[in-house]
């Protein structure tokens, strides 16, 4: 049962990924980057880490999602803009190659490193410790890194406008 839910999410979540990576339309590929940031959230609930399942379904579907988004309408150009794309081809290879890199990388890193010693227990640390962590000693850089992200924001609102303007507007 376990391990069919496990597989369930993973494909829902790697589906939505690819999917996302092969569509032309950028609204569409925004959205199926939200489902599979939730098909991770779903993994961290399936492997009992609700803190961190709970954490990317806020920052991630809710915040970021949004910011991404946001900055798509904003940022959107008519069809035009798109007449110097790179062919199909141009882009499947591209993202063979980067994707090979990814691969290359994370295999490096999962092979070189050592397994724990299974007599030594990782620490127990509870969803109330780590929210009285985060609401006490480390409460200042919680507030930095939400007035970064909206002051980010409202940078890419100020580019956009300011691209907008200088162009003369929507185009028709």
Not at 83 to 97: E, F, G, W, Y
Not at 145 to 166: F, K, N, P, Q
Request: hydrophobic content about 60%.
């Amino acid at each position: 049962m376990m391990t069919s839910a496990l597989i369930a999410i993973a494909l829902l979540t790697l589906a939505s990924a690819a999917i996302a990576m092969t569509l032309r339309n950028i609204i569409h590929s925004a959205l199926l980057l939200i489902g599979s940031w939730a098909g991770i959230a779903a993994f961290y609930l399936w492997a009992g880490a609700e803190f961190v399942g709970f954490a990317q379904l806020m920052v991630y579907v809710g915040a970021v999602s949004m910011v991404v988004l946001f900055a798509v309408l904003l940022t959107q150009h008519s069809a035009a803009d798109g007449r110097d794309a790179p062919s199909t081809l141009a882009r499947v290879m591209a993202a063979l190659i980067a994707g090979g890199g990814v691969l290359g990388v994370l295999c490096g890193a999962v092979f070189s490193t050592r397994l724990p010693n299974p007599v030594e227990r990782a620490p127990v640390a509870t969803v109330k410790d780590i929210g009285t962590q985060l609401m006490g000693p480390h409460a200042a850089s919680l507030l930095v890194v939400g007035v970064l992200l909206t002051v980010a924001l409202l940078g890419a609102i100020v580019i956009a406008s300011a691209d907008r303007a200088e162009t003369g507007g929507e185009e028709s």
